[in-house]
T-cell receptor, first 110, second 118 residues
């Protein structure tokens, strides 16, 4: 079945860049997503990328997709303490069902 | 206005009880979901449901049953609660792909219901 993997923890210093990585197995994935979960809250969509794109930039966020290696990354520039959260990678294939990764807990140190 | 709402926010109950968690979305979406997030924050889909089809994750015990009185609601009923059912349960909804010119299918999550079974 489909699988999405992420490293579970990442710590960075405030002002540095954060890079969160994700790998997936479903080669027919059409959209890949990054969701953010703040403490005590539900998940919110941060950004997404269509599978025929290599890169997408949205303000401090840069998404890179290597479709050949099935590797997705999220770069957060100038990381702030408010970026501390769990970041979930997810994929779907035009269908209703999403497959989520285990989440990467980002800690931003002052 | 809250897009996806769940009640209750917290639920503490004894083992063996039957309980329900309610979910409502006011987004006009066609598909609703229930997810379970365990203590390690792993998110597992339990059900996806639209007005045509219920898809059940085969790992979900049959003590869990979704009930949809209408398109805007998907409630989760749990029979004979067990200690291992303690988790945060998230409801989500999404439009059908292609709705309103969108080419992607975003899921909108509720705030979660923290279930504690004693």
């Amino acid at each position: 079945g489909e699988d999405v993997e992420q490293s579970l923890f990442l710590s960075v210093r405030e002002g540095d860049s954060s890079v969160i990585n994700c790998t997936y197995t479903d080669s027919s994935s059409t959209y890949l997503y990054w969701y953010k979960q703040e403490p005590g809250a539900g998940l919110q969509l941060l950004t997404y990328i269509f599978s025929n794109m290599d890169m997408k930039q949205d303000q401090r966020l840069t998404v890179l997709l290597n479709k050949k290696d099935k590797h997705l990354s999220l770069r957060i520039a100038d990381t702030q303490t408010g970026d501390s959260a769990i970041y979930f990678c997810a994929e779907n294939n035009y269908g209703q069902n999403f497959v989520f990764g285990p989440g990467t807990r980002l800690s931003v140190l002052p | 206005d809250t897009a996806v709402s769940q009640t209750p926010k917290y639920l503490v109950t004894q083992m063996g009880n039957d309980k329900s968690i309610k979910c409502e979305q006011n987004l006009g979406h066609d598909t609703m979901y229930w997810y379970k997030q365990d203590s390690k924050k792993f998110l597992k889909i339990m059900f996806s449901y639209n007005n045509k089809e219920l898809i059940i994750n085969e790992t979900v015990p049959n003590r869990f049953s979704p009930k949809s009185p209408d398109k805007a609601h998907l409630n989760l009923h749990i029979n004979s609660l067990e200690l291992g059912d303690s988790a945060v349960y998230f409801c989500a909804s999404s439009p059908a792909p292609g709705l309103r010119g969108r080419n992607y299918n975003e899921q909108f999550f509720g705030p979660g219901t923290r279930l504690t079974v004693l």
